[in-house]
């Protein structure tokens, strides 16, 4: 069978992309993919990709514009759906998948317009405003917190699932603040630190290329070892050896935490559009499968606290919630719904 897989701009949906992408070529099947020349989806989908052909319109967001901008946006958008709708076309897919942001807009709505079967998966908790329009028109809507979807579990990268395990005690905490850093993240490892070395617990922290020096000498001024990146692509094998995080409640991050087993604390970004991060990870702590502090409430106190009553139910039942095979299984409910 032939699929187009569309959407993109952040690494989040991209990598819902890569994840279906691995499991149609996995099952003898091609795709294409439609993207933004904005946004990620170059650096993730350039040269080299398993895509048989990749195509990157000129779009840009929409929904934060106002006035002319927005009338621009919007007109960027249908004159890319024009060239999506000539794109489809030629290559007679069976199945348009988008995975949300905006550069899923132009395949989307060619789609639609042609007859194409389409067909979601959202990422969020909060359903983006792209993908709250066009809902209604999928034959099948997948998404990690909603009921009625056909698969409930998260495509990630199969790497988490190899090392996951479960966490007992805490040995060693992981920071993570993004590929950008996240300050408030970085301030309160340097405020907790101190009482992790006193219970001879181990820090691994990624600060995000732009803070790291200033952390880098906090660390140094206080006498107290960490492990600290920048940024690094090796993240599943730090992953692999901690057993709690404190994190930002991006949906990737996230489901790629529940894979591992590992139990966090989750600091929302406050900007997220729809406050997504925040429910997020409310969906985890309300299982009690993990912790949720808005970023102005969080005290150092907090960790402690985690510690004090332990991980090891949270992380027994993040190993329940999972499913490796998540990717396939959705690919397996489009080609039934086609």
Same mark, same amino acid.
């Given at each position: 069978m032939k699929f187009v897989l569309t959407g993109g701009g952040t690494g989040g949906h991209l990598a819902i992309a890569k994840a279906l992408l691995d499991a149609i070529t996995a099952a003898g099947d091609e795709a294409i993919f439609i993207g933004s020349t904005t946004g990620q989806d170059r650096m993730w989908f350039g040269e080299g990709s398993?895509? =048989?052909q990749t195509h990157f319109l000129g779009t840009t967001g929409v929904v934060n514009r106002r006035g002319a901008a927005k009338l621009a946006a919007l007109?960027?958008? *249908?004159? *890319?759906? *024009?060239e999506a709708r000539r794109i489809l076309k030629g290559y007679r897919p069976d199945a348009v998948i988008s995975v949300g942001g905006f550069s899923a807009a132009p395949a989307s709505f060619a789609a639609l317009a042609l007859g194409i079967p389409f067909f979601i998966h959202e990422q969020n908790a909060v359903t983006g405003r792209l993908n709250r329009l066009l809902r209604r028109y999928a034959r099948r809507f997948f998404s990690s917190y909603d009921p009625g979807s056909p698969?409930? &579990?998260?495509p990630v990268n199969? @790497?988490?699932f190899e090392t996951a395990r479960e966490r007992d005690s805490v040995q060693t905490v992981i920071f993570l603040g993004g &590929?950008?850093?996240a300050k408030a993240i970085n301030d309160f490892a340097l405020a907790v630190a101190p009482e992790l070395a006193r219970r001879g617990i181990a820090v691994i922290h990624q600060c995000g290329e732009r803070d790291y020096e200033r952390v880098r000498s906090a660390y140094a001024q206080s006498g107290i070892e960490a492990e600290l990146y920048g940024f690094t692509k090796e993240l599943p094998a730090l992953l692999a050896r901690s057993d709690l995080a404190v994190s930002r409640a991006g949906a990737s991050t996230l489901w790629e935490?529940?894979?591992?087993?590992?139990? *966090?604390?989750?600091v929302p970004y406050p900007y997220a559009a729809g406050d997504h991060q925040y429910y997020n @990870? =409310?969906?985890l702590a309300e299982q009690g499968l993990s912790w949720v502090v808005r970023e102005e409430?969080?005290?150092?106190?907090?960790? @402690?606290?985690i510690l004090d009553e332990g991980v090891a139910a949270a992380s027994r039942g993040l190993r329940m919630l999972e499913r490796e095979d998540a990717a396939a299984r959705i690919m397996d409910a489009v080609r039934e719904a086609c």
């Open positions: 398993a895509f =048989v007109w960027r958008v *249908a004159r *890319a759906g *024009a698969v409930r &579990s998260y199969r @790497a988490l &590929s950008q850093g935490l529940a894979a591992n087993g590992l139990p *966090a604390l989750y @990870a =409310v969906f409430a969080l005290r150092p106190e907090m960790l @402690a606290e």
